[in-house]
């Protein structure tokens, strides 16, 4: 998950390269890169962050244009993911960095810039209206990447996969964050819950996943009407609904259940006319809206306790604290889903007394 990018600045930070060694790797691999690009050096400065050990920088070119570099240690971070899923996604005729020159053994690369501004800095959650042509925007480059999909060609999103996700929640969420040591029985409670989460997700079609497919990760054009998608070198092939689930459950941002229905329907829609749902569809699965609604929301709350336990490690382990802030949110989708489903009313429980909170009275649309 990347962290917003930053205003330009004509000047380096000086504590751009604590490393030296790093510095001066980085030196003898930009140097010839200077002429066929026309590069600036000395307007490198830091363009975005990353929830791992990748980092983006920006520098000029004597052209007035910009371009970002990708720091990726080798002994922490392998980007020929990052590589491979880049020339899917340009493949699909999504708008994604140009890859412009690539140093695997040190870990660096040149790309071009999408600009400075996520698609997350323009929405309001005041005023769903204006962002309805955003969300239309994002659902259209999903439907691109989906239907470019086949087997065998990313790591299967299967069902060890979705298992050590879903483990980062008891490790590092509730025992390292809350402090919180489960009985057998709480145990018990959080495992059935878990196979019945993995059962509902394996039980999707397969498409190309994207993994972390929200408004943070899409940047606004400065041209044309394709928005920009980064931070891709995770994707699996998966559940379709998982990246529907991640763009409308947003780690960073919250909409009212009427605003998520309706792009949630619209998306269901065109897929079902692109051959990806329905009867018509290779699977026939998702012909159902309420059903189909069902699954997004079952996704979801796999990904919601993933997230949560991620946060806690990037704080905890990692020293990244302004991640776990937005822990509540994906509390709350928890609970929200947990409340909707009585099959789920244990997992509600537990997570009530893991929060030390109560459970609402009644429940939401699609209740089963």
């Not at 990726?72 to 140009?98: I, S, Y």
């Not at 299967?156 to 996700?165: M, Q």
């Not at 929200?336 to 939401?364: C, F, N």
Request: aromatic letters at 10%.
């Amino acid at each position: 998950m990347s962290a917003p990018l930053s205003s330009p600045s004509t000047a380096p930070s000086p504590s751009l390269w604590p490393d030296a060694a790093r510095q001066t790797a980085f030196s003898a691999w930009i140097a010839p890169l200077v002429a066929v690009h026309g590069l600036r050096p000395e307007t490198l400065r830091p363009a975005s962050a990353d929830a791992s050990f990748r980092r983006y920088l920006r520098l000029d070119t004597a052209s007035g244009a910009s371009l970002v570099v990708m720091d990726a240690p080798p002994d922490k971070e392998n980007c020929r993911p990052f590589v491979q899923v880049q020339a899917l996604m340009q493949q699909a005729g999504l708008r994604v960095p140009e890859i412009l020159a690539w140093d695997e053994a040190h870990g660096f690369m040149l790309l071009s810039d999408l600009g400075a501004q996520t698609v997350i800095e323009v929405l309001n959650p005041e005023n769903p209206q204006a962002a309805l042509d955003w969300y239309r925007l994002a659902v259209d480059a999903l439907l691109d990447w989906q239907q470019a999909s086949r087997p065998g060609v990313l790591p299967p999103y299967d069902e060890a996969l979705l298992r050590r996700e879903l483990q980062l929640f008891p490790d590092w969420y509730v025992a390292r964050h809350r402090g919180v040591a489960l009985d057998a029985a709480q145990q018990a409670t959080l495992a059935q819950a878990f196979d019945r989460i993995v059962a509902n997700s394996l039980a999707a079609p397969s498409v190309f996943v994207h993994r972390d497919f929200m408004m943070r990760n899409l940047m606004v054009p400065s041209t044309g009407a394709r928005l920009g998608v980064l931070d891709f070198q995770d994707a699996v092939y998966g559940p379709i609904t998982y990246d529907i689930a991640s763009l409308l459950r947003d780690a960073f941002i919250s909409w009212d259940e009427d605003f998520v229905i309706d792009v949630t329907v619209r998306y269901w829609e065109k897929a079902r006319r692109a051959g990806l749902l329905g009867a018509r569809s290779a699977s026939g699965w998702g012909d159902d809206f309420g059903e189909f609604y069902r699954a997004v929301e079952w996704m979801g709350l796999q990904r919601h306790l993933k997230v949560a336990g991620i946060f806690a490690r990037l704080t905890l382990r990692d020293g990244k604290p302004k991640y776990l802030a937005d822990a509540p949110r994906f509390i709350a989708y928890i609970r929200a889903t947990a409340t909707r489903y009585r099959e789920l009313a244990p997992l509600l429980r537990l997570v009530d007394q893991i929060e030390g909170t109560s459970a609402p009275v009644g429940y939401a649309f699609g209740r089963m």
